[in-house]
């Protein structure tokens, strides 16, 4: 299994999709990083880092699915020795990639973003928040990808349309129904970030638990 | 390896593709398969492959290693063949795949990019990879298509020595590539129904110390006919390609 992850960060690279995220990514660190924010501010930094790359993950995510032919997902299926182990090798390499793009976030939100180096406690809370970044990432493009969308269109609006709904929600009173990237940022600038960091990374995993389960159902329902 | 009252359909209210199908495979079996286009044959291998769960039935026993080639190879990848290849080769936990370039005359592409394979080229590609890790249950979709001649001869041999090692063999094929073996089974699908004709196979020919080869002249009407009757007496008789006369 770990082989098929390897092949498909394989394909991924050389398939220059890579790059489209990459510059995304970059575009959007820049934007984001252009003025350092205030001494006192490093928890909102990082947690809106976090919060805005979300839609540049769950690209790559998806982009990084949808490099197989469907056919090649059949053969590799196959070769590994079943639909499932096909299927979390894909999330592997897709977990693998937000991974590494997070962590360019965090370093930018870091080294550009900040003025003073955060408490431990904060760079922690902001070390996790970018995991679950990614793993949110990797479930939406996961559920946003050729084999569960086939309209290239569908896709692509759903992804947009899913990460917006994300935030209208997070922004209610329901914000437990999904991932509460506004939470994030509004406990982030009252200073409770670290106390409800718990509540609201349970929260997030329960969520992203749900999408992986419901994506894996979708692939293996046939 | 049993298939007991397999059904499919792709979504709930479409037609069955395959209905009811009952089948037993054994070690060292090879299975020709054959139907009309659309009758459900590519549905059956994936069924068999595993990568499709019966609406109805079950199938049990498959092997634990299988091999798929499939009539058309997903030649849209960044990789060379040899990389392509060595990938498969560490999903499979280290298989050689350099015998079968070399057996399947692939041994001049293995630099060339996927996306610049010909058909036949891609085709051999998917039959490498199928291979490489001694399949207990080998599945072909017209492996024949395509192919030049000297890679069309060696398959039936790569069939028989699947089978030969206990594997399954089942191929789906309008060309009737594999007609010469001995034991070759029959299926047919039509209709949604899978079939084993009763007497599929011709008897199995003694081999005399010598084979030759002979032409006849037969009005092409009456061809079917004759070539039916000739297999019935156990002769392994086909038509030679219009190109070839």
Known sequence: MTALTVFRLAAYVRSHRVFQSLLLALALLAVLHSSRAPRGEEAGVLADAAVLIVPVLAWSARSLLDTEPDRQRELSAVTVGGRGRELVAGLVAALVTCGALAAVGLAAALLLGTSARPSPGVLATGVAMHGLAALTGTALGALTSRAVVRSPALSIMGLVLGFLLMLLISASPAYWLTVPLVVWMRAANDGDLVARFPELAAVSLAWCVLALTLYAWRRLRH | ?245
């Open chain 2, 1 to 245: 390896m049993r298939l007991s009252k397999v059904s499919f359909r792709y979504r709930r209210r479409d037609p069955f593709v395959i209905q009811g199908a009952d089948a037993e495979l054994a070690p060292g079996d090879i299975v020709e398969l054959t139907g009309v286009n659309g009758a459900g044959k590519s549905t059956l291998l994936r069924l068999l492959a595993g990568l499709t769960r019966p609406t109805k039935g079950t199938i049990g026993g498959r092997p634990a290693v299988v091999g798929f080639a499939p009539d058309r190879f997903p030649t849209g990848q960044p990789f060379t063949v040899a990389a392509y290849l060595r990938h498969v080769s560490r999903m499979r936990g280290g298989a050689r795949w350099e015998p079968w370039a070399e057996r399947l005359h692939m041994e001049h592409l293995l630099a060339t990019p996927l996306g610049e394979l010909s058909k036949g080229g891609g085709h051999k590609v998917g039959l490498a990879q199928a291979l490489m890790a001694d399949p207990g249950l080998l599945i072909m979709d017209e492996p024949f298509a395509g192919l030049d001649a000297a890679t069309r001869a060696v398959l039936p041999d790569l069939a028989t020595e699947v089978a030969g090692r206990g594997g399954i063999v089942v191929v789906s094929d309008h060309q009737g590539g594999l007609r010469a073996l001995p034991a070759l089974r029959h299926w047919t699908v039509a209709d949604g129904g899978l079939d084993e004709p009763s007497s599929p196979a011709p008897p199995p020919v003694p081999v005399p110390d010598e084979l030759v080869t002979v032409t006849v002249q037969v009005p092409a009407g009456e061809l079917p006919r004759f070539l039916a009757r000739m297999r019935g007496e156990g002769y392994p008789a086909r038509e030679i390609e219009e190109s070839a006369r």
